[in-house]
């Protein structure tokens, strides 16, 4: 079995949806093999209407045929308007009726049959074939067996590279993110309904909006887990434009997604408690939104002695697989350690020195006599680049009982931050 | 076989069956200090569990024991950061698996920290949520409603996720399942002062009071927060 679309627009992603095999048969008609369909949709007009279904879900006006073999439906669809189902056995009967014109004959040829006073396929299909060919040649009988729905040929297969790119022009700017999330909802949809016929996810998906000013806003977003969840990108999306708008309304949006295999793995049954990782970027995302774009990950020590020195990465639930009890056990010291609360900045003191040492301490909301110190703890790092650094540290206990971590560097005295 | 144990039996069995509907026991994780876990049973899943004390009263030591212990079971960890004053150091040298934490450094306020708190806990699949407000001032700890402590226990409820905040008072009042009130008790020096002085420790001494068992009572193993 073999169905045939005739129309505009992208026939080939519609015939795709149906089939692996689709052909580019002619201009504005793609054929393709629906044998096996019967099984999904059942009788013949089901699967026409399936396939009706779908082209108005994207928007196309076509005209659909099936027959047993692919130049039938081509002659059916090309013929006669609407849905047609070509009877096996009968197709002589049932295209009888088609101009010749849709044989796509040769010019000479084409004059040849109008003396002869030949218009339909049935004309045709009644010459003898003997004297076909005699008279047409090899390309005589080639037509008369196309007027008798008779020819059996294989597919061409058409070999497109995997893109998967939607845009869409927009009759009028949009300048409310609300009514933008309608089209971006639609183009995902779209999309994701695309990658799930073929058995693919997506981890990268690119936003570009033409703007009324003419210039280009771009984003792009990176999932940590090749997912179809569009409900989450939607929302991912949302928060990026959220986090930066667009400078002008928007007139011309084009969406594009990496395709990628799905993820295809299975969570241990003891596994530790981990977010799912399309929910953790979103929460992410959401606490960025509130907290700022960079101060929400994970902290990286950095390979320096200067004090407190970390870089933010970004946080993606500590890899693969919980730790064994072993690990565990390796991870953890045994005694608890006196944690330091950093201030930042560094809060600027005003210390008063008795006898080389700190004896009054005063500071933002910090104030009080030292009763005790150890110190100090000279450092010193980098001389070798244009950042060296220099210090004295003291650790101090107040009156009140509270510990800090003093120390002067060329700039003053500051209070780094608090033992707690 | 007697006769006479064949009623007990009975009775222990329909005792059984009349007990399969009571609510299961609450789960608990560990705070990597065995005098707490075993004084309190540990700290509830599905509910807030509330640190509280004074400046240098080892709170924020308590509250990297509880992270380095979670994090090194496997389990994802988030912690709110009111007032940006968390020592990324301290928590890797306490043992924390930095990679397994997420640290939101909000900008010295605590209705952000608030939200993503209850951001992240409404995400799920946290093992450990911890709110750090132990440098916000306690009168911008008190505007903090109670609404927003109760919309807090709400969102935990019913999760494997364990809410744990750090504070200079006691806020949450009854939304806590459990509060751990730090006490300061001595504070540990060695060495000569002015030649060799060293700052060795913290000793803290914690208070605890469950909310199913409605009393306090001191929990003494006192720990100490050692600095070297």
Known sequence: ?420 | MSAAPLPKRLESLLEESRNWQAPPPVETISSGIPEIDIATGGLPRGGLTEIFGPLSSGRMSLLLSILAEATARGEVCALVDAEDVFDPCSAAAAGVRLDRLLWVRCQHSAEQALKAADLLVQGGGFGLVAMDLGETSLRAAWRISLASWFRLRRAVEHTPTALVTVARQSNAGTCASLQLECMRQRTDWSGVRGVSRLLRGVETRVASMQKAAQKSKICLPVFTAAAI
């Not at chain 1, 084409?110 to 004297?131: K, Q, S, V």
């Not at chain 1, 996810?201 to 997912?227: C, D, I, M, Q, W």
């Not at chain 1, 999306?237 to 295999?261: C, F, I, R, T, Y």
């Not at chain 1, 697989?321 to 950093?342: H, M, N, V």
Request: with cysteine; proline share 7%.
């Open chain 1, 1 to 420: 079995m073999f169905a045939c679309l005739y129309g505009s627009g992208d026939l080939t992603a519609l015939a795709s949806e149906f089939s692996p095999v689709v052909e580019r048969s002619a201009p504005g008609a793609v054929t393709l093999d629906a044998s096996g369909l019967d099984r999904l949709f059942g009788f013949p007009q089901s699967i026409a209407a399936a396939i009706a279904r779908r082209a108005a879900e994207y928007g196309l006006d076509i005209r659909i045929a099936l027959a047993a073999n692919p130049d039938a439906a081509i002659a059916a669809a090309r013929g006669l308007a609407g849905i047609s189902i070509v009877p096996q056995g009968d197709e002589a009967k049932f295209l009888g009726m088609l101009p010749v014109a849709l044989l796509d004959p040769s010019p000479e040829l084409r004059e040849t049959l109008d003396r002869w006073g030949i218009r339909c396929f049935r004309d045709l299909a009644l010459l003898p074939p003997l004297g076909i060919a005699e008279r047409l040649g090899a390309e005589g009988l080639r037509l008369r067996e196309l007027a008798l729905g008779q020819a059996v040929r294989k597919l061409l297969p058409v070999e497109e590279p995997l893109r998967f790119e939607s845009e869409l022009e927009l009759e009028y700017p949009v300048e409310l993110l609300e009514s933008l999330a309608f089209l971006l909802a639609r183009l995902l949809n779209g999309l994701a309904t695309r990658l799930a016929t073929r058995a693919l996810a997506t981890n990268e998906l690119h936003l570009r909006l033409k703007l009324e000013n003419r210039e280009t806003h771009e984003s792009g977003l990176r999932f940590p887990v090749p997912s179809l969840d569009t409900k989450a990108f939607l929302k991912l999306l949302q928060l990026d434009l959220e986090a930066h708008p667009p400078a002008a309304a928007v007139v011309h949006v084009w969406m594009g997604v990496n395709p990628v295999k799905p993820q295809a793995a299975q969570s241990g049954l003891f596994a530790p408690l981990a977010p799912e990782p399309v929910a953790l970027k979103l929460t992410i995302e959401r606490v960025k939104a509130i907290a700022g774009e960079d101060r929400v990950g994970s902290p990286e020590l950095l390979d320096t002695h200067r004090p407190g020195a970390f870089r933010m990465t970004e946080f993606t639930g500590g890899g693969k697989g919980g730790a064994c009890p072993t690990q565990a056990c390796l991870t953890k010291t045994s005694s608890i350690r006196l944690a330091l609360r950093r201030f930042r900045p560094p809060l600027q003191a005003q210390v008063s020195l008795a006898s080389d040492h700190p004896g009054f301490v005063a500071a933002k909301d910090i104030r009080g006599k030292v009763l005790d110190y150890a110190g100090p703890w000279r450092m010193s790092g980098d001389w070798w680049t244009t950042y060296s650094w220099w210090r004295e540290e003291w650790d101090v206990a107040l009156a009140g009982g509270e510990l800090y971590r003093l120390y002067r560097e060329p700039g003053g005295w500051f209070v780094e931050g608090g033992y707690d």
